[in-house]
């Protein structure tokens, strides 16, 4: 099972897709860092985000105590505050890092509303690749606003060697938004195909890397279909089963792409296995089967690659076979 804490919805962003910002949590409020020990040891990865978690003043007892519930430990950050997230990556060097960029220094800074924002996220780059952590990365939102930046990321990060993670953008209670669309969709499309290519044709060193391209390429399907409003290529959502989100308030939730909350407990008062096991649970869960939403979250869709693996596989084998052959690839599962 995975998980993922929203530490804080206080941020010092004011990102075009998502409108935390407006709805900024009281820090007096949040979570006290001691509830993270009720949740469950042998997770196998756990995200650790916000909002910015580098603004929460009690961020190191936090990964501390979470290092030792997951095998992966993940932070999701803008990477302004680099002296603190290169504090964690000195004390915790096993936790990995993915640090969000809207695309080259203009764009980034107008999409995320920061000042110098590129420049922030850069330096830390720098700092994180000299430092023992060695899963790092940059993250990227993808829509039609960034879609001319998205193979340029993508080539900054190879050039780095370091990771590039892909979402895409989303309506629901996390983001505080449903008003977000995609206006130049034949913009967004090409530019994802093209994207989707050059990760079949990666340029990586090493296997390892090249391989997550791959699978990156696959998982991009679901980006390009929810681009275009179409249903993702997942057989079903784990969401609820295999993946959780703690709010920062402590409510469970089963994930971050619903309209309102589904609510199955609270940290505060109840333990993690009395809020899994319950009544309250079993009704989220089939608000879950029933869900049309359609969303492409890495977190889930990393489920049913595992569970299926060998529908990416033989997509992947597949398309690459194409391309060697200078024919066009195919978008479909």
């Avoid at 060097?93 to 999409?111: A, C, H, I, Q, Y």
């Avoid at 590039?164 to 995609?182: L, P, R």
Wanted: overall charge neutral; aromatic content about 8%; charged content about 25%.
């Amino acid at each position: 099972m995975n998980g993922c804490v929203i530490t804080t919805f206080r941020c010092n962003a004011k990102c075009h897709m998502c409108n935390i910002w407006q709805h900024q949590s009281d820090a007096a409020e949040e979570l006290p860092a001691r509830y993270y020990e009720k949740l469950p040891d042998g997770l196998g990865r756990l995200n650790v985000t916000g909002g910015e978690p580098m603004l929460r003043d009690d961020i190191m007892d936090i990964i501390g105590i979470v290092s030792k519930k997951a095998k992966i430990i993940e932070v999701s950050t803008n990477g302004f505050y680099t002296d603190r997230i290169l504090e964690i990556a000195h004390a915790y060097p096993k936790t990995m890092f993915r640090v969000s960029l809207e695309g080259l220094p203009e764009l980034n800074d107008r999409l995320r509303g920061t000042k110098d924002g590129f420049d922030h996220a850069l330096r830390t780059m720098l700092g994180l690749i000299d430092s023992p952590a060695r899963d790092i990365g940059f993250s990227v939102v993808i829509c039609d606003k960034n879609a001319d930046d998205l193979l340029v990321l993508y080539k900054l990060c190879v050039a780095l060697g370091v990771e590039f993670g892909n979402s895409v953008m989303h309506n629901s209670w996390y983001f505080h938004k449903e008003d977000n669309a995609v206006k130049d969709l034949e913009k967004a499309t090409a530019a994802e195909k093209e994207f989707i290519k050059a990760l079949l044709t990666s340029q990586r060193h090493g296997l390892k890397m090249k391989l997550k391209d791959y699978l990156r390429a696959y998982f991009n399907l679901n980006i390009l279909n929810h681009l275009d409003d179409r249903p993702n290529v997942m057989s079903a959502c784990c969401a609820g089963r295999d993946l959780f989100f703690v709010d920062p308030w402590g409510n469970v939730t089963p994930c971050n792409g619903t309209r309102e909350p589904w609510t199955m407990g609270n940290l505060k008062d109840q333990t993690f296995d009395e809020i899994w096991t319950s009544p309250q649970a079993d009704e989220v869960r089939t608000q879950v089967d029933a869900c049309q939403r359609s969303c492409a979250f890495i977190g889930t869709a990393r489920f049913d690659m595992l569970k299926h693996p060998v529908r990416p596989l033989s997509w992947i084998a597949r398309n690459k076979l194409l391309l060697a052959k200078g024919a066009e690839i195919s978008y479909t599962p």
